[in-house]
């Protein structure tokens, strides 16, 4: 069972149509939540880090969410150059430095 | 400010060939290095992680090796590649175990 699970697998929006992407994970001790937003070819690019259920986090158009078992990425009024995949990984308590569990993406394609 | 780099961007080896990718970061002293390989709709998957020189850590029995030679350099190695080495593979640091991931822009290698 993957611990990370990200939905939709992609989305396609109009240009302003605002939209929101799941992230829900299943460890059992959350240390540190974080978003990435990768463009073709290129590496993930941080975004975001959430640590407690209830912590929001904004930049331009783009808020993270998080609950217990689930964290958002709401994407407001979106434009052509906010298409990527986005990605979500979890730090897991107990975990060590073994670096980030991440989900499969979501690919969101914004069109004009 | 930090920098991560990784190189080539792109490689192409026949199979059984020798493999050699480069990662080194500026800017910072002891990091947590990474290794991740991502494949279409398969999501990030870590292959090995360093916490030190000299100091390697498997997350996945493969033909790849990693090594550490100095503080901020990490190498993945292979002495002869398979068709299924073929991928998106990703260097990354971090500052400790609970801050973000941060990536260079990846090798993609195909492997003939």
């Known amino acids: 069972e993957d611990q990370v699970t990200q939905s939709p697998e992609a989305l396609r929006l109009q240009e302003g149509e605002s939209s929101s992407l799941n992230c829900s994970y299943t460890v059992s001790g959350l240390r540190g939540l974080f978003w990435y937003r990768q463009d073709p070819g290129k590496g993930p690019e941080f975004l975001f880090t959430l640590y407690s259920a209830g912590e929001e986090k904004e930049k331009e158009r783009l808020k993270a969410t998080l609950t217990k078992k689930e964290s958002f990425l709401h994407i407001t009024a979106p434009k052509p150059e906010d298409s990527a995949t986005y990605l979500c990984?979890?730090?897991?308590?107990?975990?060590?430095?073994?670096?980030?569990?991440f989900g499969k993406g979501t690919h969101l394609i914004i069109q004009p | 400010s930090q920098t991560i780099h990784q190189w080539p961007a792109t490689l192409v080896q026949p199979v059984g060939s020798p493999l050699s990718l480069e990662c080194t970061v500026e800017g910072t002293s002891n990091p947590n290095l990474y290794w991740y390989r991502q494949a279409a709709g398969r999501g990030l998957q870590l292959l090995f992680y360093s916490v030190g020189i000299g100091q390697i850590s498997s997350e996945v029995p493969q033909n790849l090796s990693a090594s550490r030679p100095q503080d901020r350099q990490f190498i993945l190695s292979s002495k002869k590649l398979l068709l299924s080495d073929s991928g998106f593979y990703l260097c990354?640091?971090?500052?400790?175990?609970?801050?973000?991931?941060?990536f260079g822009n990846g090798t993609r290698l195909t492997v003939t």
């Open positions: 990354a640091w971090r500052s400790s175990y609970n801050s973000p991931l941060h």
């Open positions: 990984a979890v730090d897991e308590i107990g975990g060590g430095a073994d670096g980030l569990t």
